[in-house]
C-alpha cells in the first residue's frame, strides 16, 4: 500500500510538473504538496527522493527544495531518441495498417479536433501522444517502447506543453500533420511515411527558440545557447 501512494504521489507532482503547475524555478514544500495532494508526508518524501533522482527537483542546502528548470539538451535528446526509433516504428505501423487501426487513429485525430475547437490543452495534449501510442500498438505490439521513451521525455514533455500556451504557436499544425501522416500510412507509403515522420518531430527544433523566449526564466541558462 506504500508503495503505490508513493508512486500515486510522484505520478501526481510529475504530472504538476509537466503542465507547469509547479512552475520551473519555483519553490515547494513538502507539507503544502501534502495539504494539495491529501497523501501522507512520508509517501510524498518518498516521491520527491525519486523526482530528486530524476533531476526533476533539486535540494539547495540553507535555501529550500524547488523545481528544476527544463533542461533543451535534455528535451533535445529525448526527440533525437523518438526521431531514430519512431521511424521504423511508423513505418512498420504502415505495413501493418488495416481498417480497424485506421479507424482508431482515425478517432483519435476527431477528439483532437474536438479538442481543439474548445481550447482544450490538457485533452489536445494527451490525445497528441494517443495517436503516437497507437501507432506504437498497431506496429506489433511496440507499446513498451513507448513507455521507455515515455519515462526519458519529461523534459521535452515541459516544453511541449508551454509550446501549447504560446497563442503565435498553432495547436492546428499538429493535427494537419497527423493527418497527413495517417493518409501515408493508410496508402503503405513507407518512404513518405519515413519522411513525415522526421518532420513531424523537428517542429519541435524549430518553435525552440520562441517557445525560450516567451519563457526565458523556465529554462536552464545553459542551455540557451
Known amino acids: 500500500m506504500g508503495n503505490n501512494l508513493q508512486q500515486q504521489a510522484y505520478e501526481a507532482i510529475r504530472q504538476q510538473i509537466i503542465y507547469s503547475e509547479l512552475a520551473p524555478g ?28 530524476q533531476e526533476l527537483i533539486k535540494t539547495i542546502p540553507q535555501s529550500g527544495t524547488y523545481i528544476s528548470k527544463i533542461d533543451i539538451r535534455s528535451a533535445d535528446l529525448a526527440r533525437y531518441m523518438r526521431e531514430k526509433l519512431e521511424q521504423p516504428i511508423l513505418q512498420e505501423c504502415s505495413a501493418k495498417m488495416n481498417d480497424t487501426a485506421h479507424q482508431r487513429l482515425e478517432m483519435i485525430l476527431e477528439q483532437t479536433d474536438q479538442a481543439i475547437l474548445a481550447q482544450d490543452k490538457k485533452t489536445f495534449f494527451l490525445l497528441d501522444k494517443a495517436f503516437h501510442q497507437m501507432c506504437y500498438k498497431v506496429a506489433g505490439g511496440k507499446e513498451e517502447i513507448w513507455t521507455w521513451l515515455e519515462s526519458y521525455s519529461t523534459h521535452l514533455d515541459r516544453f511541449r506543453w508551454l509550446r501549447l500556451t504560446i497563442s503565435e504557436l ?8 497527423h493527418q497527413i501522416l495517417l493518409r501515408a500510412m493508410k496508402e503503405h507509403a513507407l518512404d513518405e511515411v519515413g519522411f513525415l515522420c522526421n518532420l513531424h518531430l523537428h517542429m519541435i527544433i524549430e518553435e525552440q527558440e520562441q517557445v525560450i523566449l516567451h519563457y526565458p526564466n523556465y529554462f536552464e541558462a545553459s542551455s540557451e545557447g
Request: hydrophobic residues 35%.
Open 170 to 177: 498553432d495547436w492546428g499544425r499538429v493535427l494537419d500533420e
Open 26 to 53: 519555483s519553490k515547494i514544500s513538502d507539507r503544502i504538496l501534502e495539504e494539495q495532494l491529501t497523501i501522507g508526508r512520508t509517501p510524498i518524501r518518498e516521491a520527491l527522493i525519486q523526482l530528486r533522482n
